[in-house]
């Protein structure tokens, strides 16, 4: 008998996980996903009710998409500069 030889079982691990286990963690990626959209998507509802001057004094008027501009702010801008 020799001290320097052990004989454990061999050991099997699963390296694929379950078909359950893996549409679980799907859904659970879906849901994440949809959530954080979510979150943005009412970060983006708050900053529509700034006004340009506001978003552009905190540094977000770019994350909004370019407004059309309207006819009164044509004629304030109109009348601003001539």
Known sequence: MSATTVCYPTVCLSTARPWWQREWL??????RRWSQRSRERAA??????????????IGLAERLPSRPATLGLMDYERGRWS
Request: charged share 25%; aromatic share 0%; hydrophobic share 55%.
């Open 26 to 31: 799907a859904a659970l990626a879906a849901v």
């Open 44 to 57: 983006l509802r708050a900053l529509e009710g700034l006004s340009e001057h506001t978003l552009r004094d």
